[in-house]
């Protein structure tokens, strides 16, 4: 049975003011993300990939313009929507992991303050239900002692912990996607694993699509459906991981492959 489609990206186009005026950074770009499915992004920094996030979520810079193209949520268009609209988007329907988790927290105030705004932000919750929430989400994210995390603040954390709490507020609110972009960069390998298995887990069991960027090949082998190759701006190679993998039609896609030890393209 093929699945739903969560998120439809077409034709999508950015352009960045420069001293020499308009440059293309995002050209023509189109995927979907389909419910419960991994699709991963990979490509050379500059290539576009945070670019492509930024405006999924809204958040581009002033510098940057959207020139052409649409992104459906369900049948919303987010590029229609307006920024106070796209606020009750962001984090109840459309949820972020970044790679670099001790920026993502407040220093001065606890996680369970972090915690609970959020799911009273975007949902009728009372503090007590948000925090019984909290709790769950924590478990569920391998974090022992959720009650005493709660009342921690982030510097009190390691970084593994940090991105398990990252994960927990992400998916607490079951969103219909997830944008990991390069969530597991800062963490050793084991940590890595555990982490990606995590998240793996969470959307197989809430059905939420991630998009997932990574430069880190075996991270996209290791979770990914789908892959798509992104170069200069464009996507020049999708396919199914294990077709991507063992047959890249592309030559940028095998100049990438053949650049990570281990792989045999012969």
Do not use: W
């Amino acid at each position: 049975m093929e699945k739903q489609i969560a998120l439809s990206v077409e034709h999508l186009t950015i352009n960045v003011s420069t001293l020499h005026g308009m440059k293309p950074i995002v050209n023509e770009v189109s995927f979907q993300l389909k419910k419960g499915e991994v699709l991963g992004l990979v490509g050379a920094s500059g290539s576009g990939k945070t670019m492509t996030c930024l405006a999924i979520l809204g958040l581009l810079q002033e510098a940057a313009r959207i020139e052409q193209g649409s992104i459906y949520l369900g049948n919303r268009n987010l590029l229609k929507l307006n920024p106070h609209q796209m606020r009750g988007v962001r984090g109840s329907d459309i949820a972020v992991i970044m790679q670099n988790p001790m920026s993502a927290f407040n220093p001065t105030i606890t996680i369970g303050q972090h915690f609970i705004e959020t799911l009273c932000a975007h949902r009728s919750f009372s503090r007590r239900e948000a925090r019984e929430l909290a709790m769950t989400y924590l478990n569920k994210t391998g974090l022992p002692y959720p009650n005493k995390i709660l009342d921690q603040h982030p510097f009190q954390l390691s970084g593994g912990m940090l991105q398990r709490v990252m994960i927990a507020i992400a998916m607490s609110l079951q969103p219909a996607v997830l944008i990991a972009d390069e969530p597991t960069t800062a963490l050793d390998t084991v940590h890595q694993v555990q982490i990606l298995e995590q998240m793996y887990s969470l959307c197989q069991e809430q059905e939420t699509a991630m998009l997932l960027v990574s430069h880190d090949l075996g991270v996209i082998a290791y979770m990914a459906d789908e892959v798509a190759v992104m170069h200069n701006g464009c996507i020049v190679e999708k396919a199914f991981v294990h077709d991507l993998f063992d047959r890249p039609q592309h030559l940028y896609t095998r100049m990438l492959l053949q650049a990570r030890p281990g792989i045999d393209l012969a």
